[in-house]
């Protein structure tokens, strides 16, 4: 499977979830899955990599054209593949992905992940989201949530289309039943 990691891009953020970071990268690689992400080398970006890297995985960095700066991207993707824009970026990355995973981030990460759960809500894919909520980061989001399912802007099923561990492994084995059970053959019962 190959995972696609949202994540913060600044190393201003506190060394715990630069930590998480690359214990996610290396444990989603020594689960035998691959990295999609934004091909950057700082911040959560960076650590994931980092992690993949470090236990040889698959890393497939995506980065718009006008990134391309010194020190900017990580330099050991297995493959780097360049867009004109933004948005083309995250086609890309959504087409090269099984899974997607936000790790603690800004607003770009927010957009990333909120777009990506949105397609899933409109059926136009299937594919697993989780969050890894490093150190209850995501709590005040989940928050918000469950307050627009209970003022009903929203329902509960919407919720129900991701899943949430503050452990790596444990949310890597969320994403891989959830990836099972999406993959898993219908069973049709035969009609008189």
């Known amino acids: 499977m190959r995972i696609c990691v949202y994540g913060a891009s600044s190393n201003d953020i506190d060394a715990k979830y630069i930590t998480a970071g690359e214990a996610f990268g290396r444990a989603m690689a020594k689960a035998g899955h691959g990295l999609v992400f934004g091909g950057g080398a700082n911040g959560m970006m960076g650590a994931a990599a980092r992690g993949v890297s470090a236990c040889d995985g698959e890393i497939i960095g995506i980065v718009p054209r006008f990134f391309d700066a010194d020190g900017m991207l990580y330099d050991k993707c297995t493959e780097m593949i360049y867009t004109d824009t933004m948005r083309e970026r995250k ?26 759960l949105t397609l899933k809500q409109l059926g136009r894919h299937a594919k697993p989201i989780g969050i890894l909520n490093v150190s209850g980061y995501y709590d005040d989001i989940l928050n918000m949530l469950k307050k627009a399912v209970s003022e009903q802007f929203m329902t509960q099923s919407t919720i129900n289309l991701f899943v949430i561990s503050e452990n790596e492994n444990t949310l890597i084995s969320m994403l891989e039943q959830q990836l099972k059970e999406n993959n898993a053959p219908a069973v049709f019962k035969k009609l008189n």
């Open 91 to 116: 086609q890309i990355m959504e087409e090269k992905a099984d899974a997607f995973v936000m790790l603690p981030g800004g607003i770009g990460t927010f957009d990333e992940f909120f777009e990506i």
